[in-house]
C-alpha cells in the first residue's frame, strides 16, 4: 500500500526499534510478545518498523514486562505530535490486508474495495476543506492498491451490504457512474464476494447509526471499524462487536438477496 511521507517518520522507527531491541534481550519473538497481550504478531511487527505508533498504554506494560525502566513509555511521550496521531485510518488498513473475513455496510458511497478509479477520484474531490490535485492521485492509487485485497490466492471471505441511495446518486457524472455500476455487477459474480442491496422504500432499516466494517483477524478476533466527520474507530471490546455484528445480519436479512441484486444492477445499467 502506498503511504504519505512522514516529516518524522524516523521517531517511529527509533521506538519501534528500540522495542525489537528490548524484546530481543528478554527473549521474546514477535508472536510470543504479542500473545502476552492478545495482540496479533502483524502488528507488533508494524511497531518494530515504524509503521504503526506505539500507544502509551501499550508501552506502559512493554515496560512493565520487559523491565525497561520506562524507557519506552518516555520514548512516546517525546514523540513529535505528528506522530502520536496515526495516519487516516491506518491501524485498520493494516488489519483490513489481514483479515480473513470482512464485512462492509455504507449508506454513503460504494465501498473502497469496490470503487473504479474514476468514482475514488470523485470522493476525494468532494471532500471539504479540498485536497490539493496530487494529494488527490495519492490517496487514489492508495485505494486501487488496496482492492489488490479481494484478488489474492487466498482472499477474505468479503459481505457488503450497500444501501440503494449510493447507486442512486450520480457522483462524478454520468459515465463515471455507469463504469461504477458495472464493476459493482461484475463483483457479484466474484466467488467469495457477496454482494446485496438494501433498497429504498423499506419500513424498517438496521443501519441508520451510519456505514462500519466488521473484520475477523487470522487469529479469529472480531473486530469492528467506523469513521466519523472527524476522525474513526477501531472497536475491540467484544460487546461493541458483537452489537454491530448483530445489526449487520439484521442488514442483511432487510437487503435484496444476491440474485435480486444483480437484478437491480442491470436494471441500472439499462436504464443509464
Known amino acids: 500500500m502506498a ?3 512522514r516529516k518524522n517518520a524516523s521517531a517511529m522507527k527509533m521506538v519501534g526499534a528500540l522495542l525489537a531491541l528490548y524484546r ?8 510470543s510478545l504479542g500473545e502476552v497481550f492478545s495482540i496479533s504478531e502483524q502488528q507488533i511487527a508494524s511497531i518494530e518498523q515504524g509503521r504503526r505508533p506505539l500507544k502509551s498504554d501499550l508501552a506502559e506494560k512493554l515496560d512493565d514486562l520487559l523491565k525497561t525502566k520506562g524507557a519506552l513509555s518516555l520514548a512516546v511521550s517525546k514523540m513529535p505530535e505528528v506522530d502520536l496521531i496515526p495516519l487516516w485510518a491506518e491501524e485498520y488498513l493494516d488489519r483490513e490486508r489481514e483479515a480473513i473475513a470482512i464485512s462492509v455496510y455504507d449508506s454513503l458511497a460504494v465501498p473502497g474495495q469496490l470503487q473504479t478509479e474514476a468514482y475514488a477520484r470523485a470522493v476525494f474531490r468532494s471532500r471539504v476543506p479540498v485536497y490539493d490535485d496530487d494529494e488527490i492521485e495519492q490517496l487514489v492509487a492508495t485505494r486501487m ?13 468479503t459481505s457488503f451490504v450497500i444501501w440503494e441511495a449510493v447507486l442512486r446518486d450520480r ?6 457512474y455507469v463504469e461504477q ?4 455487477r461484475d463483483y457479484a459474480d466474484v466467488p467469495g464476494v457477496t454482494l446485496q442491496v438494501l433498497p429504498l422504500g423499506r419500513a ?3 443501519g441508520l447509526d451510519g456505514p462500519f466494517v466488521l473484520l475477523e483477524t487470522p487469529e479469529h478476533q ?12 477501531l472497536i475491540a471490546d467484544p460487546d ?15 437487503a435484496l438477496n444476491t440474485e435480486d441484486t444483480r437484478d437491480l444492477l442491470d436494471r441500472l445499467l439499462g436504464e443509464r
Open 3 to 5: 503511504t504519505r511521507n
Open 145 to 157: 492498491e488496496r482492492q489488490k485485497i479481494l484478488h489474492r490466492k487466498m482472499p477474505p471471505t
Open 240 to 254: 461493541g462487536v458483537g452489537i454491530l455484528t448483530q445489526k449487520y445480519a439484521m442488514l442483511r436479512t432487510q
Open 181 to 184: 455500476v458495472r464493476k459493482l
Open 24 to 31: 530481543e534481550a528478554a527473549g521474546y519473538t514477535q508472536r
Open 222 to 233: 472480531r473486530l469492528a471499524y467506523m469513521e466519523t466527520q472527524r476522525g474513526s474507530h
Open 171 to 176: 457522483l462524478g457524472g454520468k459515465a463515471v
Open 204 to 206: 424498517s432499516h438496521a
